[in-house]
């Protein structure tokens, strides 16, 4: 059973950072794309950010690029998003989802985490 | 950036009923929507993937079509468990985008 557990959530400050964990079971992890989806309370999803499955490909959106970096320890079947220069704007759950093994497939999004909180506030 | 709008934004439906919600994008994307269910306080789900294709699991009263840059999700024979929310999201073109969501409510 695949199965996507994300971790590292909290109340931080504007200007803070955090660290998104999201461990992978149930499937070759090595093998996929990986991305992260936020949702603001009460609103609706919001692609973030993506990375292939040797961590040699990294897409951002517009507005976390060059403050958020995703990355990939296959090893330890773990997708990470560190978080820098937060804002009032982030405060989301933010999701780990499974992309395609091909590339072809990269942007499909068949399993998705339970999500994990992140609030910036001060 | 593609956008996708979907309508209605909401809908109060009574079981039995059939819904169609549609999702239109702003320039073409193939065949490459998708459709997703979140009830509250869950993850999305993948109801149907490429417009049209089944997913496992899924019960056989969801079904998808659709092209280019009309789609449509179709529910036939609603269900009581089928209160949640849906959004389309397109693969096509970078970077991946989402509808803003129907809100379904059962009567």
């Known amino acids: 059973e695949v199965q996507l557990v994300e971790s590292g959530g909290g109340l931080v400050q504007p200007g803070g950072s955090l660290r998104l964990s999201c461990t992978a079971s149930?499937?070759?992890?090595?093998?996929?794309?990986m991305h992260w989806v936020r949702q603001a309370p009460g609103k609706g999803l919001v692609w973030v950010s993506r990375i292939h499955s040797d961590g040699s490909n990294r897409d951002y959106a517009d507005f976390v690029k060059g403050r958020f970096t995703v990355s990939r320890d296959n090893a330890k079947n773990t997708l990470y998003l560190q978080m820098n220069s937060l804002r009032a704007e982030d405060t989301a759950v933010y999701y780990c989802?499974?992309?395609?093994?091909?590339?072809?497939?990269?942007?499909?999004?068949?399993?998705w985490g339970q999500g994990t909180l992140v609030t910036v506030s001060s | 950036e593609t956008v996708l709008t979907q309508s209605p934004d909401f809908q109060s439906v009574t079981p039995k009923e059939k819904v169609t919600i549609t999702c239109r994008a702003s320039q073409s994307i193939g065949s490459s929507l998708h459709w997703y269910q979140q009830k509250p306080d869950q993850s999305p789900k993948l109801l149907i993937k490429y417009a049209s294709q089944s997913i496992s699991g899924v019960p056989s009263r969801f079904s998808g079509s659709g092209s280019g840059t009309d789609f449509t999700l179709t529910i036939n024979s609603l269900e009581a468990e089928d209160a949640a929310a849906y959004y389309c999201h397109q693969s096509s073109n970078f970077p991946i985008t989402f509808g803003q969501g129907t809100r379904l409510e059962i009567k």
């Open positions: 149930g499937f070759t992890f090595s093998n996929y794309w």
């Open positions: 989802a499974r992309g395609g093994a091909d590339y072809q497939w990269r942007d499909l999004l068949d399993y």
